[in-house]
């Protein structure tokens, strides 16, 4: 059974860090691409990173480029979002997921709020 766990959200202050981080199992993790994506309060999906299976190639979207940092821990099966100068507008749950697989996790919520 494929499973994905997020972790590491929580409540910071604009200019703030956190780091995500997402335990995945039931796959071969080292394998598959990675995405995060992230949904705003009454809002649709929206993409926010990608990592290659063996994590040379990463890509951002334009909202978070320079301020997020995609990772990825083949050994230990995790995947990992690097959050730095967080936003308001960040404010979101985030879900990690291999996209081909069409599984997602519970996701993790980050609020950025003074």
């Known amino acids: 059974e494929v499973q994905l766990v997020e972790s590491g959200g929580g409540l910071v202050q604009p200019g703030g860090s956190l780091r995500l981080s997402c335990a995945a199992s039931?796959?071969?993790?080292?394998?598959?691409?990675m995405t995060w994506v992230r949904q705003a309060p009454g809002k649709g999906l929206e993409w926010v990173s990608s990592i290659s299976d063996g994590g040379s190639s990463t890509s951002y979207a334009d909202s978070v480029k320079g301020r997020f940092t995609i990772s990825r821990d083949n050994a230990k099966n995790t995947l990992y979002l690097q959050m730095n100068s967080l936003k308001p507008e960040d404010t979101a749950v985030y879900y990690c997921?291999?996209?081909?697989?069409?599984?997602w996790g519970q996701g993790t919520q980050v609020t950025v709020s003074s």
């Open positions: 997921a291999p996209p081909s697989l069409g599984v």
């Open positions: 039931g796959f071969t993790f080292s394998t598959y691409a």
